[in-house]
């Protein structure tokens, strides 16, 4: 069968440059094996960053882009117990999966409940489990407190905010232009604030002074400081990406005078370290929300692999409202 995918061979600058559409043929199976139809893959910026080189974790070159997506089996070699041919299934994670086919480890397959939105369950791996982590890792939150997150408007911002409200959290939330700041208040946001050298301000007149003990920070740069200055003494700023392409500045009054806390978070590293009860306990959560619609992500654009290139540009784009994802022909 004759398939197509996203493949780079080199790293560069500018990502939709060093990838491409490359046409193959799929396999033989080995025993324990499976041939899945890919329906869905989001780009990530983890998986943009891949193509930069700038990732803390890079795959051996040549390599096909995408870290998570849905597909639906097609092919199953000998010695195949539990999936079924036409089976909806989460795809393994880090497998290359903006593809039109993939052959996958049988055993590293999830059945998704049939009926459940693929573009949707496309995004469950990365995003809503960073999320959920970091609204439980790292402070010991009760139902009325506050926490605070900037790229409100992002995915993982997206998925944060719906699972406070679940959890009977409120959250204020940072988006860098005004144009986003419609689409967060959909989302549930309870307070949503432009960036600025005023932030501290503003969200202490919006909360009504109340302590913010969790921040969480994507952007780098003064940024984390202006994030850093709204939390409560004591408090805890948890970064989990750069999106100025800076370090986090954070300044001794919020470091050393307000007995701030700061931490890092990498989804690779809990997976590493998470048992297997952990993960199957927390995923099983995420998907049984994404499949009832308890959960969503706002999708700006779906594009085949044909048009790779086109769809990371668009990944690059600073004024699109939602995930760009990469669909297959299953």
């Given amino acids: 069968m004759q398939a197509l995918k996203a493949q780079y061979e080199q790293r560069g600058p500018v990502p939709q440059d060093v990838i491409k559409p490359v046409p193959f043929d799929t396999p033989a199976l080995a025993p324990g094996q499976a041939l899945v139809a890919v329906l869905a893959a989001p780009i990530n910026p983890s998986d943009v960053l891949m193509l930069t080189g700038g990732y803390g974790m890079l795959p051996p070159l040549p390599a096909v882009g995408g870290s998570e ?100 959290f409120r959250t204020v939330n940072v988006v860098r232009r005004e144009g986003a700041v419609a689409a967060v208040q959909d989302q549930g946001g309870d307070v949503v604030l432009v960036d600025g050298d005023d932030l501290h301000h503003r969200v202490k007149q919006a909360t009504g002074g109340a302590p913010v003990r969790l921040g969480i920070d994507a952007v780098g740069g003064m940024a984390t400081e202006r994030l850093a200055r709204c939390l409560a003494e004591g408090g805890t700023l948890v970064n989990y990406g750069l999106m100025s392409g800076e370090p986090c500045v954070v300044s001794a009054q919020s470091f050393v005078f307000n007995d701030l806390t700061v931490r890092g978070f990498w989804l690779a590293k809990w997976f590493r370290v998470a048992t297997r009860e952990q993960q199957r306990a927390l995923y099983g959560q995420l998907t049984q929300a994404m499949a009832r619609g308890q959960l969503k992500a706002r999708i700006h654009a779906t594009y085949p692999v044909q048009r790779i290139q086109e769809a990371v540009a668009a990944a690059q784009a600073g004024e699109r409202d939602g995930k760009i994802l990469v669909v297959g022909q299953g």
């Fill in 69 to 168: 997506g849905v597909g639906r089996i097609v092919e199953l070699g000998a010695d195949v117990a539990g999936l079924a041919v036409g089976q909806m299934v989460l795809l393994p994670a880090g497998s290359g999966t903006w593809a039109t086919h993939l052959v996958a480890d049988a055993r590293r397959l999830v059945p998704l409940p049939e009926g459940a939105d693929p573009q949707q369950m496309a995004m469950l791996t990365v995003n809503p489990a960073t999320a959920s982590l970091m609204l439980s890792e790292f402070v010991d939150l009760k139902p009325g407190d506050w926490v605070m997150q900037n790229v409100a408007n992002s995915g993982v911002g997206g998925y944060l905010i719906q699972l406070a409200r679940q959890r009977g």
